[in-house]
């Protein structure tokens, strides 16, 4: 089993978005919720540490570090003597975790993983790391969105990508998409958190009083 001290080295010393301190959130709302609901503790807390580990090991880019981080998490424990069986479990929760992926968590410990995970992005520290995310990469808090973005999610050309995009596309639908009753009733107050702070980024960007 991979240890925390072993795993904070897979993880760079600061990143706002998906340092290690998001780690250790995303490793307590998943022992919180695989306790709950009866998931494998050994399978969820491994996924956990290796789920955002690839970004160290290769070129590969957000949008497909699971698959990747699939592949070191293989590496990582087979060389602890895992069986195979075992490792696809922990390989399927790290592919299936990602909102925007292609593979979705059919296990219970794959939605425990995803459901952990997504708690971090709506309340809180869910704003702290959307707006963070926006300060890395030079974007604006808000940016009007097109009604082309409205209808299809996708930005028309030369539109800028904001904050509140990011909450319009996925941010205000984390709720919709958790998997286990523990992360819904944890959810639920977290989503409104958040809701109610895009709603009022709006309201003041657009000079609504």
């Keep these: 089993m991979p240890t925390i001290d072993q795993a904070r080295a897979w993880y760079p010393a600061y990143d706002p978005v998906h340092g290690f301190d998001h780690i250790l959130r995303v490793l307590r709302a998943a022992e919180h919720l695989a306790e709950r609901e009866g998931a494998d503790l050994e399978i969820v807390r491994a996924a956990v540490l290796l789920h955002d580990a690839s970004g160290q090991t290769g070129g590969e880019t957000r949008a497909d570090h699971q698959e990747s981080g699939a592949e070191f998490a293989a590496e990582v ?54 707006l963070a995310y926006d300060v890395v990469m030079e974007w604006p808090f808000f940016a009007e969105p097109s009604e082309h973005f409205m209808q299809t999610g996708e930005k028309a050309e030369g539109e800028t990508h904001s904050s509140y995009h990011e909450y319009i596309f996925k941010l205000s639908k984390i709720i919709e998409r958790l998997n286990t009753p523990t992360a819904k009733a944890i959810g639920a107050q977290r989503q409104e958190f958040l809701n109610q702070y895009f709603v009022q980024l709006a309201k003041e960007a657009r000079g609504q009083f």
Excluded at 91 to 119: W, Y
């Design 77 to 130: 424990l087979a060389a602890e003597g895992w069986p195979s069986e075992r490792i696809a479990a922990v390989q399927h929760c790290i592919r299936a975790h990602r909102f925007r992926g292609t593979e979705r968590p059919e296990t219970l410990e794959a939605k425990v993983v995803f459901d952990a995970d997504k708690l971090d992005v709506i309340g809180a520290y869910g704003v702290a790391r959307t």
